[in-house]
């Protein structure tokens, strides 16, 4: 095979893949609208990427032609079933019969093979999703269906086609089909979780809203929708409070949530009236990837019946014992000498390593030292924790609303409030979920945030989380006079090396550079940097020029050992020039001269002759000697 040819099979892989990937958005895009098309829409999207597949094929000889279009037609089988599978190979195999030849029969052949293969492998895994072990058991099915169809067909091997082009073919067919089938896995396990965040969402049992900086609705759950009489959320989406409530509660709510998107601090169960009702809501801002405000997040519960309930407590002491035992939440009375004179059972139940002592007729300070005993809680001190408990039931004849996690992780919502007679009056409440769910939305923030800072190609940090560290420790530096260095790395030849070897491979390439500077440093306050395109940036806190140098030669040193083939290249390996720069013993009024110092360290390095380090200042001598070395 030539380089051309090489370089076809390259094109028509990267047509392959592109279709299958925009496919994967679309259908994360439109899922709902998808919702039992989605098997026919694969196979017209598989049937189409075959066609492609044919029409960028290397034509061998007249009518035998060498392409890609195996792979998304097994993985229409793995991926859809029997439906998609048909609705791919119908057109395939017409297309191939149009374009006729003296392998068109052969080729239609190889179509309905290859198709069978991955519908097989979806039946008999039929009760299970698609996994890497399916498409692994396709890919080496597709290898072998492919290597007999080679020596099979009369059109392949009377031609010379199976010899010249059998095992690239071969190849790179499975190759693409290891690549898109991944992409698929990927889109389906992306699926699958939106479908659960959507379900929670909306099947919550609390009233959950989101709001943009307006204070307007634009996304509700079904039980938010039903409290306001709508027939579906979609029906809220634009509105304001101002549309569903009276105006002098519409506008406190406003101000209220206003103040939250202003300062950014969050209200956690803040009172609210609608009407009759009483809710008790927790409002948390919500930041993009630069930590800008752009709306709010509420989880609202209706809570009425519990504020009804504790009034009546208060009016009607004789219908207590009734009215306690139909509560979902724990309910327990202690009298002014802090004895527990009545309590139900979710009382006792929401605190089972204590349930034991929590009775009728139970002492505060008994309760509490069976709570110390047992560590039931999170947070007991481990000193004086007799001091605790006089504090604590000392505290229980105090108006108060606290939330406390248990050993088991559960989180507990106690509300505490006096009575006219001095009695104090509990409320338990289980807001684990509550308490899940807002840290999903803190780890969904944190993750976001990560994503915003990370190089998508290397995972190393990209260059503006890079720019924040290095102003961050630059200040630093300037404050303590503690050293900071800076090194530069460029990938010598790089541009002949895409030209050599392609653009895949120089992905490859700078993925490995990035692996050798992550092993290079050694303390987690080292930041390692994709700066952009083939240049790669190491900041170095309280590390001087000697330090850096360490550095630098350590990853010289595994970039030899990887010994990375580049034969456009002088050394006839990739290696890289890297430039140092630090702040020991010298004045840099601002960062981006501190870097460009060490910029023009790195092209006296190139200029030099290249996989060289260079110091900038006085220290280059220093260091052109040991890169000699």
């Not at 380089?3 to 099979?9: H, L, R, V």
């Not at 105006?247 to 300062?263: F, K, N």
């Amino acid at each position: 095979m030539t380089s051309a040819s090489w370089e076809q099979f390259a094109g028509n892989l990267a047509f392959v893949t592109l279709a299958v990937a925009m496919w994967a958005h679309i259908s994360i895009w439109y899922q709902k609208s998808l919702i039992g098309l989605e098997r026919p829409t694969w196979g017209v999207i598989a049937g189409i990427t075959s066609i492609g597949s044919m029409m960028l094929a290397i034509q061998f000889a007249s009518g035998i032609f060498i392409d890609l279009r195996f792979a998304p037609l097994a993985l229409a089988g793995l991926f859809g079933g029997v439906i998609a599978a048909a609705v791919a190979a119908v057109p395939a195999i017409v297309f191939r019969s149009f374009a006729g030849g003296a392998g068109a029969f052969d080729g239609v052949v190889a179509i309905l093979f290859v198709t069978a293969i991955g519908v097989v492998v979806h039946i008999l895994y039929r009760r299970g999703r698609a996994d890497i072990y399916k498409l692994a058991a396709v890919t080496i099915l597709l290898g072998f269906g492919l290597s007999i169809i080679l020596v099979t067909l009369p059109s392949l091997t009377q031609s010379g086609a199976a010899a010249a082009f059998g095992v690239p073919l071969v190849l790179m067919n499975c190759v693409a089909t290891i690549i898109c089938g991944l992409i698929m896995l990927k889109t389906a396990r992306l699926k699958l979780e939106r479908r659960v965040l959507e379900t929670a969402f909306s099947q919550s049992p609390d009233y959950l809203y989101v709001k943009d900086r307006e204070s307007r609705f634009i996304a509700v759950n079904n039980n938010m929708a039903r409290l306001f009489h709508f027939s579906s959320p979609a029906e809220m989406f634009g509105l304001s409070d101002f549309s569903l409530r009276t105006a002098p509660d519409a506008e406190e709510l406003y101000h209220r949530e206003q103040e939250i998107i202003r300062t950014g601090e969050p209200l956690v169960d803040s009172l609210e009236r609608m009407g009759e009702r009483h809710l008790l809501a927790s409002k948390v801002p919500l930041l993009d990837s630069e930590g800008q405000i752009i709306g709010l997040a509420g989880v609202t519960r209706d809570v009425t019946e519990s504020i009804e309930l504790e009034r009546e407590l208060r009016q009607k002491r004789n219908l207590l014992t009734l009215a306690m035992n139909g509560m979902s939440e724990g309910f327990a009375m202690f009298d002014k000498k802090g004895v527990l004179v009545f309590c139900n059972e979710q009382y006792r139940n929401a605190f089972p390593l204590s349930r034991d002592v929590r009775v009728v007729g139970a002492h505060i300070t008994k309760i509490l030292q069976r709570v110390i005993e047992t560590g039931e809680r999170i947070g007991l001190p481990q000193e004086t924790p007799e001091k605790w408990v006089e504090a604590a039931a000392a505290a229980l004849h105090v108006n108060k609303d606290e939330e406390i996690q248990l050993r088991n992780g559960e989180w507990r919502a106690l509300k505490t409030r006096l009575a006219h007679d001095g009695s104090a009056m509990v409320v338990v409440s289980d807001i684990t979920v509550t308490k899940e769910a807002e840290a999903a939305l803190q780890l969904s923030a944190q993750q976001l945030r990560s994503l915003a800072d990370t190089d998508g190609l290397t995972s190393l940090a990209n260059r503006r989380a890079f720019d924040a560290a290095f102003v961050r420790e630059f200040e630093t530096c300037r404050e303590t006079n503690i050293p900071l260095s800076v090194l530069m790395i460029d990938v010598d030849r790089f541009k002949l090396y895409n030209d050599t070897y392609g653009h895949l491979a120089g992905d490859e390439c700078l993925r490995a550079v990035g692996e050798c500077l992550e092993k290079s440093v050694k303390r987690s306050g080292d930041v390692v940097a994709r700066y952009g395109g083939e240049e790669f940036v190491v900041l170095l806190p309280n590390t001087d020029e000697t330090g850096a140098m360490i550095v630098a030669e350590e990853f010289k040193r595994l970039l030899s050992r990887e010994d990375l083939p580049h034969t456009s290249s002088e050394f006839g390996r990739v290696t890289a020039s890297i430039g140092i720069s630090s702040t020991g013993g010298k004045v840099f009024s601002d960062t981006q001269k501190l870097l460009a110092a060490a910029d023009a360290a790195m092209y006296e390095a190139k200029e030099q002759g290249r996989n060289q380090i260079r110091v900038q200042g006085p220290a280059r001598r220093v260091s052109a000697a040991r890169a000699g070395s």
